[in-house]
């Protein structure tokens, strides 16, 4: 009888074994691309991912925070001491137009992509830190990318590049009634 409960006893440490291995594979969150962890932003929340097809046709992908309310965009990079390098933020606004950027309050050099609504880039600047000067192309667009300054050049990636942005669409804005 003995070796019956030994038996069980190691039965129910296997299966509990197994549970917590579970367990802790769905927290680590793992993507649909072959199980490799999902970035997070510096909120701890998982990033987007969003692919650019270069002058090449190579697909380069950057995961990136998405920011879509007038706060979030107005807050953008600033005070960031740091960022990894294919990360960056994706500001997504209402309609096309012709918003502009600065650097006030920003650490970081940055590079700025301007997006058009089909995926097509319009524009890349390169911005300088806690500088005001705007920047913005002389064409309507509805989403901005920022990364570390030089990313777009060291990828092959400039203005006529394509980039996919799946399931962005900016918050609500708030109801003035």
């Not at 879509?68 to 965009?73: N, S």
């Not at 096309?96 to 970081?108: N, V």
């Not at 509805?142 to 300054?149: D, G, R, S, T």
Request: proline share 7%; charged share 25%.
């Amino acid at each position: 009888m003995a070796f019956v409960d030994e038996i069980r006893v190691i039965l129910r440490v296997g299966f509990a074994v197994i549970l917590v291995t579970i367990c802790a594979a769905v927290a680590i969150g793992c993507n649909d691309d072959g199980g490799e962890p999902v970035p997070t932003g510096s909120d701890g929340a998982p990033l987007t991912r969003i692919t650019f097809v270069n002058k090449e046709g190579d697909e380069i992908d950057l995961f990136v925070e998405v920011v879509d309310t007038p706060e979030e965009r107005g807050r953008g990079l600033m005070f960031r001491q740091s960022m990894p390098e294919n990360q960056g933020m994706l500001f997504v606004f209402e309609q096309e137009g012709q918003y502009s950027f600065y650097m006030r309050d920003t650490l970081l050099p940055l590079s700025i992509a301007f997006v058009e609504g089909e995926g097509d880039i319009l524009e890349i600047e390169d911005m300088q830190p806690l500088t005001e000067d705007l920047h913005s192309p002389d064409e309507p667009y509805l989403y901005a990318i920022e990364a570390n300054q030089g990313w777009f050049d060291r990828h092959g990636i400039g203005a006529g590049a394509g980039v996919r942005i799946a399931r962005v669409t900016p918050a609500p804005s708030p109801s003035p009634f």
